[in-house]
């Protein structure tokens, strides 16, 4: 299905519409979320903004929302009269743990996940696009809509996100074409950078040292991996490890990182691959979890070192 059949779902007045996106979303699924909202209530519809781990956003995605904008949880009242529509959620479980019919229906799948199984009632689902924000923008001109600049805003950070900063395999040329618009209608670029990657707080900055020294090599450096305990988060006083990843990724050699992070009883761990070598999406889903072929992520039961030995193994099985 491609965005002009999405548009005739979602062109006719006065919908009632609801937009999600996944939990604990990152920049896309918020961008995408925020973006697609403003730009169906530019056309007079009544859209609600859910999350299942709602109300609100993390703390680190809030700034994206309006002074009048809210994200709510919970029960929505009058969801038999709504058009569900869901944003970068490969599965409906990333959504919600319930039916998703719950929320309303029928629903669009809006998606650019590889591995997404069409599980929506319309399935607008591109594996090969860079982001969801590039495929809201794709929506948005088959409704003609304005790109205005607080459309725009949103979807850039959705979109400089899921690309690593325009450095992963899945940026394409077009990703740089929307690019180009979204910075046309207003967006600016620097401030974005700013807001986004810097300003990072001093404790986080010790958290991050403190994983970089522990930082392990696996498979004779095709694999980096670092371990992040409650005991690091507490010494350091920081929260955010989010820059090991990709600190890890840069190193020379690495076809893979790994980050395994403790978290409430179980560990979290983000994987990303540095070329094409290895569909790191594909080692997630050992786990239940899920991704892009170049950045994914799961949560396990398993010790630390029983999941490097997961991901160790699932590396050589791919040369194969």
């Known amino acids: 299905m491609d965005a002009a059949r999405i548009a005739q779902l979602l062109a006719p007045p006065g919908r009632k519409v609801l937009v999600t996106t996944h939990r604990k979303p990152d920049g896309d699924a918020a961008g995408s979320m925020i973006g ?29 929302l309006g002074p009048d904008e809210v994200v709510v949880g919970g029960p929505v009242t009058d969801h038999e009269e709504r058009l569900v529509v869901s944003v970068d959620a ?10 998703p019919s719950a ?14 199984p ?13 982001s969801s924000a590039e495929m809201v923008v794709r929506v948005a001109d088959a409704l003609g809509a304005e790109i205005t600049r607080e459309v725009a ?18 940026t394409g040329a077009q990703a740089h074409v929307v690019a180009a618009r979204l910075i046309d209608a207003g967006v600016d670029p620097a401030a974005v950078f700013r807001r ?33 305990t409650d005991d690091d988060v507490t010494e350091a006083g920081g929260q955010n490890s989010d820059g090991v990843v990709e600190a890890l990724r840069a190193v020379a050699g690495a076809e893979v990182a ?9 560990w979290r761990v983000s994987v990303r691959a540095s070329g094409d070598t290895v569909d790191v999406s594909a080692i997630a889903a050992l786990e239940g979890g899920g991704g892009h072929r170049a950045a994914a992520g799961f949560t396990s039961q398993r010790d630390p070192d029983a999941i490097i030995a997961l991901i160790r193994n699932a590396v050589v099985a791919q040369d194969s």
């Open 90 to 99: 490969a599965t409906s479980h990333r959504m919600t743990d319930d039916d």
């Open 196 to 228: 986004v990657y810097e300003g990072v707080p001093f404790g986080d900055v010790r958290l991050v040292g403190r994983a970089l020294a522990g930082a392990r090599s696996e498979l004779e450096g095709r694999l980096i991996i670092a371990v992040i």
């Open 36 to 64: 697609l909202t403003r730009i169906l209530r530019e056309l007079g519809h009544d859209v609600v903004m859910w999350h299942v781990e709602g109300p609100g956003l993390p703390e680190d995605l809030r700034w994206l």
């Open 258 to 266: 790994a980050v395994i992070r403790q978290a409430h009883g179980a």
């Open 118 to 130: 069409l599980w929506g009632h319309y399935n607008f689902v591109d594996g090969g696009a860079s």
């Open 153 to 170: 805003l949103p979807l850039y950070v959705g979109l400089v996100t899921d690309t690593g900063r325009f450095s992963y395999g899945s």
């Open 103 to 116: 929320l309303g229906g029928p629903i669009i799948n809006i998606d650019h996940h590889h591995d997404n």
